[in-house]
């Protein structure tokens, strides 16, 4: 007899259970739910059955747009359609809340979950992990244009976000912003890039490839070992092959409703799965 389940808001006291939910290869999402519960553009839900939490997902509305990120059902509860189910209600709180789209990141098991759903295929996002060399630049040097971030460039970094990705992702941004790097020369008053080492994993945005790979080797030099871009992308692509590092796997970026506008091509290292 099949158990009867619940779909409900998850709330702070079950930030415990997260991590017991998590499939192997992935990194616990525990801080991402923490960091983001209280937001009012964060939308988190539990899946329940006698009481006991079993899977989660959430939502984030940038605007009219939306996305699903981190959708975990316990192994015990696997292969029967429960992930579909949470999937269906973020969906539906999307939609309440206005968003004309709907976007994710899928991984070869949920692709065809998704499909299903109405989702349709927009390219992919590449995953590469660095090998024994380190990065180097064709004019092998460092960049003294990057600087840290002022208040004074809070609006420019914001719209060139906006730029890159299509939608206005201000609020999540401004939680870390204060941790950022800009990438401006002295004799110019605009910055062409921005990375936020803080925030998820690491999101480097540019309009030119020279700040891109110097943000990459600033990136690499603090330790972060893996790096997630667009295909379209194919600057930094190309760089990471030459300099030795490995692509492992793919997501599919997928969407529902209406595709919107951007340029991948400026994203030189995203923020994370739950929101590009």
Known sequence: MEKSFTIETLLADDLKYISGLTPVGWYDVTPLYEMH????????????????????GELI???????????????????????????????????ANGCESIYLLATP???????????????KYLFFEKGE???????????????????IFKDQLFKLDRKA????????????VEQSFVYKKPNENKISGFFIPTLGDGVIICNNTIAGFEFLQKREALGKQRIIVPEECTAIVDLLMQNKY???????????????????????????????
């Open 37 to 56: 519960l209280d937001q009012d553009y964060f939308f988190p839900i539990k899946l329940v059955v006698e009481n006991k939490v079993i899977g989660v």
């Open 61 to 95: 509305i940038n605007g009219e747009n939306g996305w699903l990120g981190n959708i975990i059902v316990s192994k015990d509860f696997r292969n029967q359609g429960l992930g579909k189910k949470l999937t269906k209600r973020l969906i539906e709180i999307a939609n």
């Open 109 to 123: 098991l949920g692709k065809s979950v998704y499909q299903k759903l109405g989702f349709h295929e927009k390219g």
């Open 133 to 151: 060399k380190n990065i180097e630049l064709p004019e092998n040097n460092s960049s003294t244009n990057i600087i840290p971030y002022e208040e």
């Open 165 to 176: 990705i299509g939608e206005d992702r201000s609020k999540v941004l401004a939680m870390e």
């Open 246 to 276: 490995t692509h492992f796997r793919d997501a599919t970026f997928m969407y529902l409703g209406k595709m919107k506008t951007w340029n991948p091509e400026m994203v030189y290292s995203r923020i994370g799965g739950f929101l590009g």
